[in-house]
T-cell receptor, first 116, second 114 residues
């Protein structure tokens, strides 16, 4: 079974631009979560989608948004990029994200975003 | 709120040495606990997990036991290899409403030398 895929793997943008990242979950998985990884803040939860609905959201500004399509693929968008948005953005999928938190989340390789 | 505390790295060991990476947690409710590993330039891979107190997770020679009384989930391996060099993350997950999310520790870098 194919794992979680993320595209693109690398991106370079300038301040003020916007960016869209894509994530394809493992086949049959319906929950997709996004995390930001930086050297200073570590791994932080952005949001989680299930059945095209955002179920959970972390403490990020409204410039960070996402969506999920009917085939469970997900995109996240960052508008008006800032230098501090430079990070590795990781997507993770699980079956339904419930099960009392016992479910394993499987991660993709990430998209590395550099904002200049 | 929920939080995970890991020992500071980097940890440098010689091959075949014993490894312990400490992890303690604070959580409301009954968390599941995970260890993930990240190799250079890659995403996170699940190493092992435990979903209730006294459970022992194990994989590839790594072990960790869910200790509710000490709120700990320390990672151990009896004999490390150079290929184990990576960053290790302890994490917890607690269901909140209809969703759950992972809360990670800061990560511990392990360097194994010959």
């Amino acid at each position: 079974k194919a794992g979680v895929t993320q595209t693109p793997r690398y991106l370079i943008k300038t301040r003020g631009q916007q960016v869209t990242l894509s994530c394809s979950p493992i086949s049959g998985h319906r929950s997709v979560s996004w995390y930001q990884q930086t050297p200073g803040q570590g791994l932080q939860f952005l949001f989680e989608y299930f059945s095209e609905t955002q179920r959970n959201k972390g403490n990020f500004p409204g410039r960070f948004s996402g969506r999920q399509f009917s085939n469970s693929r997900s995109e996240m968008n960052v508008s008006t990029l800032e230098l501090g948005d430079s990070a590795l953005y990781l997507c993770a999928s699980s079956l339904d994200g419930i099960a009392g938190g016992r479910e394993t989340q499987y991660f993709g390789p990430g998209t590395r975003l550099l904002v200049l | 709120g929920n939080s995970v505390t890991q020992m500071e790295g980097p940890v440098t060991l010689s091959e075949e040495a014993f490894l312990t990476i400490n992890c303690t947690y604070t959580a409301t409710g009954y968390p599941s606990l995970f260890w993930y590993v990240q190799y250079p330039g890659e995403g996170l891979q699940l190493l092992l997990k435990a979903t209730k107190a006294d459970d022992k997770g194990s994989n590839k020679g790594f072990e960790a036991t869910y200790r509710k009384e000490t709120t700990s989930f320390h990672l151990e391996k009896g004999s490390v290899q150079v290929s184990d060099s990576a960053v290790y993350f302890c994490a917890l997950s607690v269901r909140t409403g209809t969703a759950s999310k992972l809360t990670f520790g800061t990560g511990t870098r392990l360097q194994v030398t010959l």
